[in-house]
């Protein structure tokens, strides 16, 4: 099992910087890769960025030069800078982590409890 805590969120001015963290705890050492999702009524979770153990990088093009995703694999921590941002970046931001083990074969993601991400004037 995996536990996910988000933290970080909050309310910004547009043109803000926000910086969000998310720990890892539990079984850990098979999560393969961890992201940062969003979310807001009416519309599905989407994809923000990914990185992987391996420190492959992907990130939606709608904050391509705005945020940053990192990991330290020694802390088990996921961080997502945020720098310029606009109102439509206001969101519910959810930590995932997909996690595959091969024996048994085993395929899960878990979820944080998701930190709310206001981007108003």
């Known amino acids: 099992q995996v536990q996910l805590v988000e933290s ?14 998310c720990v890892a705890s539990g079984s850990t050492g098979s999560i393969n890769r961890m992201g940062w999702y969003r979310q807001v009524p009416g ?37 997502l800078q945020m720098n310029s941002l606009k109102p439509e970046d206001t969101a519910v931001y959810y930590c995932n ?3 595959l083990i091969l024996t048994p074969l085993s395929d899960r993601n878990y979820w944080g409890q998701g ?7």
């Open 8 to 21: 970080g969120g909050g309310l910004v001015q547009p043109g803000g910087s926000l910086r969000l963290s």
């Open 43 to 79: 519309k599905q979770r989407e994809l923000v960025a990914v990185i992987t153990t391996n420190g492959v990088i992907t990130y939606a093009d709608s904050v391509k030069g705005r945020f940053t995703i990192s990991r330290d694999n020694a802390k088990n921590t996921m961080y």
């Open 97 to 99: 982590a997909y996690q």
């Open 115 to 121: 930190t709310q991400v206001t981007v108003s004037s």
